[in-house]
């Protein structure tokens, strides 16, 4: 393996370029670029692998500045050819190229297979030539979490695991190239910088003198990074807590913590028990005496497992809350802490078949999402919000057991006439589209918006692309059926790995 190597200022090259592994992404490299004269320079990497190149981010120079790069990107096993090219806006140079040797990754690395049902497509742009899907696995020789990013070939591009086995079930991108985690089995939020390097574990306890509300530990579900509005950049995290709500009842209660990893300071934080003690929930909506169609455990009567942040029309925050054993989505105002609505069978909407008819016709509880997960905001128009979520469907009404289905499943919303409407539907009650998912999932809009993105939860996890509006599948990333916890929770696309 070719640890380092230094580039002299060989064939007018203005740089010198040292390229070495990254420890802490074996599928990655650094290259120390150090600027030489008294001009600055733009300057980035270009990585080539099994015949495919990838462009690094630009870096600017100053004059005799020295910075490291990070490259993604690179395939296990295979050599990888590395060139930095460096512009001072009116000349170019390219360094020579030199081959970096990728280590073959672990025996134990998580495999899956991917299939798709027309090769051609992976080659189209709405397809995204450079694309990655990203996911939690487990190494299981040694039960140890690693997020990983597969391209649509289904070939590892990028990793990342923590020093001590946490295994992270969501990972969210930094502003500043670096990550943001959360785990499954440990309660902290983990900062890492561009090169993988851990530089922030946040326990509760950490956050407790800077919050409103107690929050007794860090929920794996869900891990926001806020790109837009008056807390851009900030780390928005998921929290839950027990509270005696009365002599021996116990109910777990679930909150939010706005974060600003740069600051380490708190900007917002929410409880649904609000002040502990004293018998009733911050808001009257968030009952701790009901629960949903598809729950039968009291104590846990949120199980809260995703969080969506949107923007109002007048600029103002407002944070929606999946809440699996309700079977309700609720919307939360960061300003009052109240519950503005809940959307979900018994809730404050009626499910209609067309919003824009005269006289638009209720639809069947049935055809409520139950148990779900993993809702995203696709567009938003006034008054109107078009979403898509991961209907589990669990406990569906009018259904046995062994007749459950789970669908991803399009929603327009009408907040002025609180009515909403289906719209695209991936997943049938019987037939080859008919799959069920107990837990976990997502749904998502991935590329030009031409395609959704499914992830079907336990057990035997699949990644579908399917097309929009016909629902036709395009491909498919499948795992094979593990123990829950080791199983993916949560896909993401992005259009590059260094997204």
């Known amino acids: 393996m070719i ?10 090259f203005p740089a010198s370029v040292k390229v070495q592994a990254n420890p802490n992404d074996p599928l990655g490299a650094l290259v120390t670029v150090g600027a030489v004269g008294e001009s600055g320079l733009t300057a980035w990497v270009e990585s080539t692998v099994d015949g495919d190149t990838l462009d690094g981010p630009e870096t600017s120079l100053s004059a005799s500045d020295k910075t490291t790069l990070v490259v993604r990107g690179l395939l296990g096993g295979q050599t990888a050819e590395i060139t930095v090219v460096a512009t001072d806006g009116g000349q170019r140079w390219t360094s020579p190229t030199r081959d970096l ?20 497509w992976l080659e189209n742009d709405n397809a995204g030539p450079s694309a990655v899907v990203c996911s939690n696995g487990v190494l299981r020789q040694a039960l140890t979490g690693v997020s990983y990013c597969v391209d649509l070939k289904g070939r590892p591009r990028w990793s990342l695991a923590h020093a001590t086995g946490l295994i992270m079930r969501v990972v969210r991108s930094l502003p500043d190239g670096g990550h943001a985690a959360v785990g499954y089995d440990q309660s902290a939020l983990v900062i890492f910088d561009a090169q993988g390097r851990e530089t922030g574990w946040y326990t509760p306890t950490w956050f407790a003198d800077q919050t409103r509300f107690v929050h007794d530990w860090i929920d794996g579900h869900e891990l926001l990074v806020l790109n837009e509005g008056p807390w851009q950049g900030a780390v928005v995290i998921l929290t839950s807590t027990w509270d005696e709500v009365s002599p021996d009842t116990w ?3 679930y909150g939010i913590i706005v974060f600003d990893p740069v600051s380490e300071t708190v900007l917002w934080d929410w409880s649904a028990h609000g002040k502990l003690g004293d018998g009733v929930p911050i808001d009257p909506a968030i009952d701790y005496d009901r629960l949903g169609t598809s729950a039968t455990d009291p104590e846990r009567f949120m199980h809260s497992n995703a969080l969506v942040y949107r923007l109002l029309p007048d600029g103002s925050p407002e944070f929606w809350m999946s809440v699996r054993h309700q079977d309700w989505i609720i919307a939360i105002d960061p300003d009052t802490d109240a519950v503005r609505w809940r959307l979900g069978l018994g809730g404050d909407f009626t499910l209609v078949d067309d919003l824009d008819a005269a006289t638009p016709v209720p639809l069947s509880d049935a055809d409520w999402f139950f148990a779900q997960h993993g809702p995203a905001i696709e567009s938003q128009d006034g008054d109107r919000v078009r979403m898509i979520l991961f209907d589990n469907g669990k406990w569906r009404p009018g259904l046995t057991e062994d007749e459950w289905y789970s669908r991803a499943l399009e929603l327009t919303l009408d907040l002025s006439t609180m009515q909403a409407a289906p719209g695209f539907i991936y997943g049938d009650p019987s037939g080859p ?3 069920f998912a107990l837990g976990g999932g997502n749904a998502a809009p991935i590329g030009d918006g031409s395609t959704v993105q499914v992830l079907k939860g336990w057990d035997a996890t699949a990644v579908s692309h399917i097309s929009y509006p016909q629902g036709d599948l395009l491909w498919r990333w499948e795992c094979p059926d593990l123990p829950d916890e080791q199983e993916q929770y949560r896909a993401i696309y992005l259009g590059s790995v260094y997204e």
């Open 251 to 253: 109910r777990l209660g």
């Open 101 to 120: 040797d990728v280590p073959a990754l672990p025996s134990d690395w998580p495999v899956c297979t991917v299939t798709t049902s027309d090769p051609a």
């Open 433 to 435: 589209d008919s799959f």
């Open 3 to 12: 640890l380092g190597l230094l580039l002299a200022c060989t064939g007018g």
